[in-house]
């Protein structure tokens, strides 16, 4: 069935610092990739989402990237801030499927 | 503040018991998912359903069912719970903008304690 891996579990950066988080997806069809950031005790909240037809989005400190080729997609911080500490969420679907996967997060923690 | 509630938000049952937790979707909203998240894990996609019908289905166990009323508002019953049920369980909501693509607004959760 459909998966999405997602690397680190757990990602400790100084702030500052840049952080990366990795997915790859199993399902070639795939062509919408969200990423959630959920703090603790929140709910998840949408901060970047690419389409299959880019290679690359920013939106200020973050960008995400996507390798179609390679099934990968990859999250990006810079200048990290202490507020960024939260677990984060890649996941993966298909138009028209209506089904969602997730990976099973990232916690990252931004040290000051 | 999402605009996405869900009730009750906290759970305490016994097993073998059956809850129903409720969600409410945005306003204009006629797409609505279903997650389960058990402790330290991921989201697990159960249910989907756009205005009234159900779309899609993850990894939803038997004892679990889901509906959506013509309000827009869905329930999601779990019925013959187990331990492993206890989880925090997530209703989202979506414009639905490219053929299920687009962004999920999340409700706060309802925490469900099977003791």
């Known amino acids: 069935g459909e998966n999405v891996e997602q690397h680190p579990s757990t990602l400790s950066v100084q702030e500052g610092d840049s952080a990366v988080i990795k997915c790859t997806y199993s399902d070639s069809a795939s062509n919408y990739f969200p990423w959630y950031k959920q703090e603790l005790g929140k709910r998840p909240q949408l901060i970047i989402d690419?389409?299959?037809?880019?290679g690359e989005k920013k939106d200020q400190r973050i960008a995400v990237t996507l390798n179609k080729t390679a099934k990968h997609f990859s999250l990006h911080i810079t200048e990290t801030q202490p507020e960024d500490s939260a677990v984060y969420f890649c996941?993966?679907?298909?138009?028209?499927?209506?089904?969602?996967?997730f990976g099973t997060g990232t916690r990252l923690k931004v040290l000051a | 503040d999402s605009g996405v509630t869900q009730t009750p938000k906290h759970l305490i049952t016994a097993t073998g018991q059956r809850v129903t937790l409720r969600c409410s979707p945005r306003?204009?909203?006629?797409?609505v998912y279903w997650y389960q998240q058990s402790l330290d894990q991921g989201l697990q996609f159960l249910i989907q359903?756009?205005?009234?019908?159900?779309?899609a289905k993850g990894n939803i166990l038997e004892r679990f069912s889901a509906q959506q009323f013509p309000d827009l508002h869905s329930e999601l019953n779990l019925s013959s719970l187990e331990l492993g049920d206890s989880a925090l369980y997530f209703c989202?909501?979506?414009?639905?903008?490219?053929?299920?693509?687009?962004?999920?607004?999340f409700g706060p959760g309802t925490r469900l304690t099977v003791l």
């Open positions: 989202a909501s979506s414009q639905e903008q490219i053929r299920g693509q687009g962004e999920q607004f």
């Open positions: 359903y756009y205005n009234g019908e159900e779309r």
């Open positions: 690419i389409r299959s037809n880019v």
């Open positions: 306003s204009g909203d006629l797409s």
């Open positions: 996941a993966a679907t298909t138009s028209g499927t209506y089904k969602y996967i």
